[in-house]
T-cell receptor, first 109, second 116 residues
Framework: GQNIDQPTEMTATEGAIVQINCTYQTSGFNGLFWYQQHAGEAPTFLSYNVLDGLEEKGRFSSFLSRSKGYSYLLLKELQMKDSASYLCAVSGGSYIPTFGRGTSLIVHP | GAVVSQHPSRVICKSGTSVKIECRSLDFQATTMFWYRQFPKQSLMLMATSNEGSKATYEQGVEKDKFLINHASLTLSTLTVTSAHPEDSSFYIC????????????FGPGTRLTVT
């Protein structure tokens, strides 16, 4: 089976930087995804990491360390619209991603 | 980008009736589609994996006779909630993976089901 752990809730200030961590245990590994989900809406894809290292995409970056079973999503220059739930999902041996419970990020002025 | 539509977006039905939810990939072919259920402040819970032309694979604890899944074409999968009960009220989300992809999923906008 797979076990994915991420903080339940985080708060940050507009304009700041926030890092959302995700740790996982899985049998087999075929990639790690980050999704953003606003309340009442479906998740939208943010990033995919399958190799170790940092992937940068605009204000968002995602990091992966396979040996440590660890990833983080880094959000820079936070905006109010970034308030959302951020889901870490891991694709194991079956290729089907399993989702974590999500981290609710609250950005305040 | 890849677009997945879902219909209806919101439905209210009476207890004991059945509801069908459609999931379509609009600009790509999806050999695999996934059905999720999400309760408030909870994560996505995978209900079943649907492959075109074959029977769906249900996750443990999901009743296949209650949640009927049909994946008749490479662009359409349907979920029918049969004999709905108030506890089936939830947010149902489908996703689709393009053929030959890395199982990256594109999500539909979700269907809010309320059973009265």
């Amino acid at each position: 089976g797979q076990n994915i752990d991420q903080p339940t809730e985080m708060t940050a200030t507009e304009g700041a930087i926030v890092q959302i961590n995700c740790t996982y245990q899985t049998s087999g590994f075929n990639g790690l995804f980050w999704y953003q989900q606003h309340a009442g809406e479906a998740p939208t894809f943010l990033s995919y990491n399958v190799l170790d290292g940092l992937e940068e995409k605009g204000r968002f970056s995602s990091f992966l360390s396979r040996s440590k079973g660890y990833s983080y999503l880094l959000l820079k220059e936070l905006q109010m619209k970034d308030s959302a739930s951020y889901l870490c999902a891991v694709s194991g041996g079956s290729y089907i991603p399993t989702f974590g419970r999500g981290t609710s990020l609250i950005v305040h002025p | 980008g890849a677009v997945v539509s879902q219909h209806p977006s919101r439905v209210i039905c009476k207890s004991g009736t059945s509801v069908k939810i459609e999931c379509r990939s609009l600009d790509f072919q999806a050999t695999t589609m996934f059905w999720y259920r999400q309760f408030p402040k909870q994560s996505l819970m995978l209900m079943a994996t649907s492959n075109e032309g074959s029977k769906a694979t249900y996750e443990q604890g999901v009743e296949k006779d209650k949640f009927l899944i049909n994946h008749a074409s490479l662009t359409l999968s349907t979920l029918t909630v049969t004999s709905a009960h108030p506890e089936d009220s939830s947010f149902y989300i489908c996703s689709a993976s393009p053929a030959g992809g890395s199982y990256e999923q594109y999500f539909g906008p979700g269907t809010r089901l309320t059973v009265t």
